[in-house]
């Protein structure tokens, strides 16, 4: 059982460069997440998503987007990348008991 | 809408002490509360959670934490820490059913673990 999982695990980007972040969970959640973790500001929702074919936007939507065509993946996407998205990125799931949620491991990401 | 505040953004401890991490939060329906675990470098790991029941919870490795409905609080305590304890601790809050879709997190507490 993988859980959640996240590709790629570290990656360099330039300014101005595009990218996605793939998300995939085998438990059959349907509510899932995106995350950035900056020092001292705790975790920040980007964009979430109820449910296959639906996603919203969160606290920090700004310069990313997002895509939920298949239940198991939630893709985050990063068109024009700035310096200020250097960040740790982490995807979450929730359901079963108590709505528990899942975190992956989390996406290195330096915008140079 | 639902909030937590975790009232400590560092709490330094030594060796085989006790500690306790303040987390408080509000919310206008039932709740279930967590507690996460996030080791240097890693991602976040559930510690444990509260759904109903007995108000006392414990992990598996000597944590344990107390709902309190009065004082809306969920604060997590163990009698003697470890070295390896260090780390930064989430508390979070979501709904049972319907209302929002939305965990809530606290900013973190990092709890630092001197010998």
């Known amino acids: 059982n993988a859980g959640v999982t996240q590709t790629p695990k570290f990656r360099v980007l330039k300014t101005g460069q595009s990218m996605t972040l793939l998300c995939a969970q085998d438990?059959?959640?349907?509510?899932m997440y995106w995350y950035r973790q900056d020092p001292g500001m705790g975790l920040r929702l980007i964009h979430y998503s109820v449910g296959e074919g639906t996603t919203a936007k969160g606290e920090v939507p700004d310069g990313y987007n997002v895509s939920r065509l298949k239940k198991q993946n939630f893709l985050l996407g990063l068109e024009s990348a700035a310096p200020s998205q250097t960040s740790v990125y982490f995807c979450?799931?929730?359901?079963?008991?108590?709505?528990?949620?899942?975190f992956g491991e989390g996406s290195w990401l330096t915008v140079v | 809408a639902q909030s937590v505040t975790q009232l400590d953004s560092q709490v330094p401890v030594f060796e085989e002490a006790p500690v306790e991490l303040r987390c408080n939060y509000s919310?206008?329906?039932?709740?279930?509360l967590f507690w996460y675990v996030q080791y240097p470098n890693q991602g976040l790991q559930l510690l444990l959670k509260y759904l109903s029941g007995s108000t006392l919870v414990e992990s598996i490795n000597g944590f344990e934490a107390e709902f309190n409905k009065s004082q809306t609080s969920f604060h997590l305590r163990k009698p003697s820490v470890h070295i390896s304890d260090t780390a930064e601790y989430f508390c979070?809050?979501?709904?049972?059913?319907?209302?929002?879709?939305?965990?809530?997190f606290g900013r973190g507490t990092s709890l630092i673990v001197h010998p």
């Open positions: 919310s206008s329906v039932s709740v279930y």
């Open positions: 979070a809050v979501t709904s049972p059913s319907g209302g929002s879709y939305i965990p809530t």
């Open positions: 979450a799931s929730r359901g079963g008991p108590g709505n528990t949620i899942y």
């Open positions: 438990m059959n959640h349907e509510y």
